[in-house]
């Protein structure tokens, strides 16, 4: 049987450790400071005597609610902003035991002020300390460290590609021991071994292999590819899937049991929950608000006033784009190129004739999509989601690219995740739209109200530091 070392629980109990050792003494402290404001003296062993209670309550309820928010388990595939998100749900939850408590007890345990300070701490002392790991830890695997062996078994059209990133984040910490491949000759030092089942269990074992990623819809058959399982579970090393398809319609079922029969269903995504999209259109309406009432107040008769002088009326350009569930609307923009008939039929090139002076600057600084505000109000589109395409750009990826359509399922923004990774302007080759797509399904899979504050924030950066995608 091979053994591993499992870090993961190593930092789950230093991670627990000192938020006991924060949570224990700040509440010890605040206590001690309640006190002092009513003009009385208490000893540390006093206020344990006197609030023990209140404090196994605390420490209780931080544990179950950590529970649901995930805040100990930080694994190496983990973004700093997930990590981020879970501590400000754990504090914001905890919160309500915090007034609750304090509100039951005849005296306050703490005031509503000191509460709030109480809870701003642990939220920053938690995330300091969280960052401060998670940076460690990433340091410490680029230089070699805290490793997992991993093989690959089989190939298919993603394979190679997520070699290729794994090679590149070594932060992950991932480092590729070979590639078990059908009907080859074998090549030591490209790491490449023809396939046999008893090689394979071999290497497994002599080499200490920790992880296997196994590539579906490969050359190998069925029942190879059970046995390969099977081998995994019986040498306790974990086993991941490579889709043959990144759009693969599978990659959201979840298990559901009728009494004991296991059947597969599609899961919801996060804004099929209509809370969630409550959330998100009232953020929407208010967001929009501000800007409109802040922002378009000064600084729209400006950019009017240099289009007219520029290249003259009309002021706004409005185009079909498509929107939720495949519907069509009036996508509004300021007038950035010339007049022309194949403006609403051919997409913008880097260097297009079509670009007006002022056109280029506005298109630099994003501040040509101001006017989607207006989208955004009318219901049409919303602050964060995958930006709409012209008509007749929809219909060809769509018949193109599986799970295009999926991008529907949600508003349009006037910004997304795929903007702030880089993936906008000019889309030249199948890769470009592929890596957009991508970016739009793990966003519509992977939504939450934190995400949307991230992207938002990224955006205004890439707007003032100006993008160089953006033509």
């Given amino acids: 049987m091979i053994q591993h070392i499992r870090y993961s629980k190593n930092i789950f109990l230093i991670l627990q450790l000192l938020d006991l050792v924060f949570f224990i ?53 983990d973004s700093l902003f997930s990590i981020l998100k879970n501590n400000l749900y754990q504090t914001l939850l905890f919160s309500i035991i915090v007034f609750a408590v304090s ?75 070979g590639i078990f491949l059908f009907d080859i000759k074998s090549d030591l030092r490209q790491k490449r071994y023809n396939f046999d089942l008893n090689d394979l269990k071999c290497f497994l074992l002599e080499e200490n292999i920790q992880i296997i990623f196994f590539s579906l819809n490969g050359k190998l058959s069925e029942s190879i590819q059970d046995e390969i399982v099977l081998l995994s579970q019986k040498c306790h090393i974990d086993i991941r899937f490579i889709p043959n398809t990144l759009y693969d319609p599978f990659n959201n079922l979840k298990l559901k049991y009728y009494d004991t029969f296991p059947i597969l269903t599609f899961d919801n995504f996060p804004l099929d929950n209509i809370w969630n999209r409550i959330l998100k259109r009232i953020f929407d309406i208010v967001f929009s608000l501000f800007i409109i009432v802040f922002l378009f107040s000064w600084l729209f008769p400006i950019i009017i006033f240099i289009i007219l002088i520029d290249n003259g009326k009309p002021i706004f350009y409005l185009q079909k784009r498509v ?112 890596k957009r797509i991508i970016s739009d399904i793990y966003y519509i899979k992977n939504w939450s109200f934190i995400l949307d504050i991230f992207i938002i924030i990224r955006t205004f950066f890439k707007t003032v530091g100006g993008d160089k995608k953006a033509f």
């Fill in 25 to 77: 003494s700040f509440f010890l402290l605040f206590l001690k400071y309640q006190y002092l404001q009513n003009g009385e003296v208490r000893t540390i062993e006093q206020l344990i005597k006197l609030h023990y209670k209140a404090l196994i309550l605390f420490i209780f309820s931080w544990c179950f609610i950590s529970i649901n928010t995930n805040i100990y388990k930080i694994s190496r595939l």
């Fill in 103 to 177: 509100g039951f007890k005849t005296s306050d345990l703490f005031s509503p002020k000191l509460s709030i300070i109480y809870l701003a701490i642990l939220f920053f002392f938690n995330s300091l300390t969280r960052t401060f790991l998670f940076i460690l830890l990433k340091i410490y695997r680029s230089l070699g460290g805290n490793i997992r062996k991993v093989i690959f078994i089989d190939e298919n059209s993603n394979t190679q590609s997520f070699i290729n990133l794994l090679s590149k984040r070594k932060d992950y910490g991932f480092v590729n021991y």
């Fill in 323 to 434: 929107g939720l569930y495949g519907k069509i609307f009036y996508c509004y923009k300021f007038r950035t190129m010339k007049k022309s008939k194949e403006n609403d039929i051919k997409a913008t090139v880097k260097g297009d004739s079509r670009i007006t002076r002022i056109g280029k600057i506005l298109r630099k600084t994003s501040l040509d999509e101001l006017p989607q505000f207006f989208n955004v109000l009318f219901g049409n589109m919303s602050v964060v989601g995958p930006r709409p395409h012209m008509v007749l750009q929809d219909e060809y990826y769509s018949e193109e690219m599986r799970r295009y359509t999926l991008r529907h399922y949600v508003k349009p923004g006037i910004t997304g995740l795929a903007q702030i990774k880089g993936f906008r302007g000019q889309i030249s080759s199948k890769e470009d739209i592929q």
